[in-house]
């Protein structure tokens, strides 16, 4: 299992890593200055996004079965990418309904965006990229954690 978080991450974080350069070569320097930009801390967070979405990822695989994956998608991912911030923005959630503040804290969605964007575009209007990283990696951690716990449970080792 652990195998499979450390290709994923690796292959994930391989392919998504020349995005950003290459949408700022095409799209991003007639429209957002790049000057606050720390590329370093941006791609850390692209990899601990990585590392935490691949432990999800298989921590699901593994719990679910497969008459309750459709469910799965429809109820729990669908909610956490409307209400993650690739869409949307998570300030103006909170804006919209102030509650939402607290469920934004379950989803590793809004962390990853909202280090995103702070690391890209800088300022105090986002979640600082540094404590994105952490919860990431924290989340990634619990993840693999209850992933490994759930396949000893359902697996016979004899």
Known sequence: LLEKIIVGTLTAFCIIGPFYPISYIFVFHRYVSMSQTHWVWAYIVLFAASFCLCAYNLCAAVILRK??????????????????????????????????????????????????RSSIVGGSDFFPYQQGVIVLFALGSVFSVSAIYAFKRRVDHI
Not at 80 to 106: A, D, H, Q, T
Request: proline residues 6%.
């Open 67 to 116: 008459e309750t994956l459709n469910i799965f998608w429809n109820r729990i991912n669908h909610c956490l990418l409307m209400s993650g911030g690739l869409i949307v923005p998570s300030s103006l959630l909170i804006e919209w309904w102030k509650p939402m503040r607290f469920l934004l804290l379950c989803n590793p969605l809004h962390f990853f965006s909202e280090s995103c």
